[in-house]
């Protein structure tokens, strides 16, 4: 059965940086698009990134939330079936539970549409201080 299993969240200070990391097991990983969501307390969760292949292309796309662009940055290691999202200059509205969730290259809606999603981990806990 598929797992998606996250890590690298803690406690950092305003300004710092932390490296997220989502292991996919039991998927053909290349074929998946890979996302990271963030749920903040009493909020919906969110479109923070994504990484994704159309079934017409070979080269991998990435897309990001306005509030994020220019300072998290998504990449994958195919090889180790392993989706990063690298985060830097962190706020302390980036506070959430940050969720990396998977779905096959053939759904096509928008990489924001979390129900198109078959796949989530169980999340990892970023809290960023003032």
């Known amino acids: 059965q598929v797992r998606l299993v996250e890590s690298g969240g803690g406690l950092v200070q305003a300004g710092g940086s932390l490296r997220l990391s989502c292991a996919a097991s039991e998927l053909t990983f290349s074929s998946y698009t890979m996302a990271w969501f963030r749920q903040a307390p009493g909020k919906e969760r969110e479109f923070v990134a994504a990484?994704?292949?159309?079934?017409?292309?070979?080269?991998?796309?990435?897309d990001y939330s306005d509030s994020v662009k220019g300072r998290f940055t998504i990449s994958r290691d195919n090889a180790k079936n392993t989706v990063y999202l690298q985060m830097n200059d962190l706020k302390p509205e980036d506070t959430a539970v940050y969720y990396c969730?998977?779905?096959?290259?053939?759904?096509?809606?928008?990489?924001?549409?979390?129900?198109?999603?078959?796949?989530w981990g169980q999340g990892t806990q970023v809290t960023v201080s003032s």
């Open positions: 990484t994704g292949r159309s079934i017409f292309s070979s080269v991998f796309s990435t």
């Open positions: 969730a998977a779905r096959s290259r053939l759904v096509r809606s928008s990489y924001a549409a979390s129900h198109d999603y078959a796949y």
